[in-house]
């Protein structure tokens, strides 16, 4: 059974940053995708960046292109998110998800395995 589990949320200033972690387990997931999804309060689930396991490939929706980054450590079996100059509108729970196929979906419906989330506050 895949179970993932997300830290490193926190309270930071606008313009700060913070690095997400994601440590997953169960499964060897050389042939899975990862990804970061968030849901900012009253807004629907969306999709932030992902990352093909295999050859660490990624996709990023345009909304944080330059500014946040995934990255995975294939030996701690760990996925991260480093966010960076962050806004107030990037104020939501970050989800690490994970999906049996090698390659990165914006889809939420495409990933069969999801962490609790962590939450990330930006104050002004």
């Known amino acids: 059974q895949v179970q993932l589990v997300e830290s490193g949320g926190g309270l930071v200033q606008v313009g700060g940053s913070l690095r997400l972690s994601c440590a997953a387990s169960?499964?060897?997931?050389?042939?899975?995708?990862m990804a970061w999804f968030r849901q900012a309060p009253g807004k629907e689930l969306e999709f932030v960046g992902g990352?093909?396991?295999?050859?660490?490939?990624?996709s990023y929706a345009d909304s944080v292109k330059g500014r946040f980054a995934v990255s995975r450590d294939r030996a701690k079996s760990s996925l991260s998110l480093s966010v960076n100059s962050l806004r107030p509108e990037d104020t939501a729970v970050f989800y690490c998800?994970?999906?049996?196929?090698?390659?990165?979906?914006?889809?939420?419906?495409?990933?069969?395995?999801w962490g609790q989330g962590t939450q990330v506050t930006v104050s002004s």
């Open positions: 998800a994970a999906r049996s196929y090698n390659r990165v979906s914006h889809l939420r419906e495409e990933y069969e395995y």
């Open positions: 169960g499964a060897t997931f050389d042939n899975y995708a």
């Open positions: 990352i093909r396991w295999t050859d660490g490939r990624t």
